[in-house]
């Protein structure tokens, strides 16, 4: 009897799809805690001596790990560590928001060696994806005078921008960026630049910075609240980025709150919108974060009482994490001013009891992050260097 019901079963797994993890494993051990022995990393890894070996070997000629000086440890036998090659591979990050479009250049390790920006024309993806691509082409020609193997390294070009994605509206959402949205974007920026593209949302680009080189450095179980024009949260759940079925995992902006017998999403009443909104400013003027730093330095009033309530509902959010995800810690990030968020974050204790609460814990429930309008651009161009290199499942299943 032929049956044609799907079978549901999860992947086997096969001997090359092992090594590549075993490889990623190694990068990743170098990425968290710097130059380690072969010893240091069999140990740490629960690989065999051999294996180590073998793969140092290997990406010693692929020009991905170094030796270094060779270390004497007591009357013990001499050690050399080894390191990444920042000049390993390369990555382009791109953020596309409502009035700005932000280009990065990383390299393996996440030093940023180039960064670029350019204000979007109106008329949507039709007249902006050529100051994009432009954009993008900038940055690669200043990046190959820096280092000249640049182009033979480069792993990709990461996108973001705001979400959700894949829903259905009716127009040009200033939210959602619905015609950048409906727009063949992956499509195009992979036929203009001829690299490899992946696009995620803001808020997980941001977290992807902060596991790279921020606060969720090292850390296999974060959320990142990320405070921009709106509000979403990044998950790094079990070591990894966890995006759910459609990519919108963690839109808690969306999330609704009942204000005066009244159901508002949460993005509404503390994101910088929401300030924008509140304060009147025009959220294309180039100088906004300066008048918002002015304000807060001054503890002008309007904004002290934004502050407080938006502290309010964001306190709401961290508990409700809490609950949902059981993090190591909740990480305070976005685009947002610096001022403005170490405000926020002051002004949001203390925190509503949960169950964080633990006598064991070794990092604090919720701590500052990156507050820097560059922080989405970075996540993105850290996000092929991740795909390439971190280790994940999908990297021991059979295609």
């Given amino acids: 009897m032929n049956d044609t019901r799907p079978i549901r079963a999860k992947s086997g797994t096969n001997h090359e799809g092992t090594s590549a993890h075993n490889r990623r494993v190694m990068i990743d051990a170098l990425r968290v805690n710097g130059a380690l022995s072969r010893a240091d990393l069999a140990r740490a890894t629960r690989l065999t001596k051999q294996t180590v070996s073998n793969i140092i070997e290997e990406l010693e000629r692929d020009g991905l790990v170094t030796s270094m000086q060779t270390v004497r440890n007591g009357r013990g036998q ?14 382009i990050g791109l953020q596309i928001d409502r009035h700005m479009t932000r280009a990065i250049a990383v390299d393996l390790v ?33 990046l190959a005078v820096i280092a000249t193997q640049s182009e033979q390294r480069l792993v990709g070009l990461g996108a973001a921008m705001p979400g959700p994605f894949g829903l259905a509206g009716n127009g040009d959402d200033p939210w959602m960026m619905e015609a950048w949205q409906k727009f063949p974007l992956l499509e195009t920026l992979a036929l203009g630049t001829g690299l490899d593209v992946s696009i995620q949302n803001d808020a997980a680009a941001a977290t992807i910075a902060e596991r790279m080189v921020g606060a969720a450095h090292g850390l296999d179980h ?63 003027d180039p100088d ?13 009033r309007r904004i002290v009482e934004w502050i407080e309530a938006a502290a309010s ?3 709401w959010s961290v508990h409700l994490i809490e609950t949902v995800f059981d993090p190591q810690t909740v990480i305070l990030c976005g685009s947002a001013p610096q001022i403005l968020v170490d405000r926020l974050i002051a002004a949001m204790g203390p925190l509503l009891p949960s169950l964080a609460e633990r006598p064991d814990r070794t990092v604090p429930r919720l701590q500052v ?14 996000g092929p260097i991740s795909l390439e290199f971190d280790p994940r499942y999908a990297a021991i299943l059979k295609d």
């Fill in 288 to 300: 906004i974060y300066a008048k918002i730093g002015d304000l807060v330095s001054a503890e002008d």
């Fill in 110 to 142: 996440g030093n940023v060696l180039v960064r670029l920006e350019a204000k979007l024309p109106s008329g949507g993806p039709t007249t902006g994806i050529r100051v994009i691509l432009d954009l993008v082409a900038a940055v690669r020609r200043r």
């Fill in 313 to 315: 509902d964001l306190r």
């Fill in 222 to 284: 974060a959320v990142c609240l990320y405070i921009g024009y709106g509000i979403g949260a990044g998950l790094i759940l079990g070591g990894e980025l966890y995006t759910g079925a459609n990519g919108n995992a963690g839109e808690i902006g969306m999330a609704l709150l009942s204000v005066g017998g009244k159901s508002t999403p949460l993005e509404h009443r503390a994101s910088l919108a929401s300030l924008y909104q509140y304060l009147s400013f025009d959220p294309a």
């Fill in 369 to 382: 992050g990156m507050a820097d309008p560059w922080s989405v651009a970075l996540g993105a161009a850290a």
């Fill in 78 to 91: 001499p050690s050399t560590p080894y390191a990444l090659v920042p000049e390993g591979a390369f990555a």
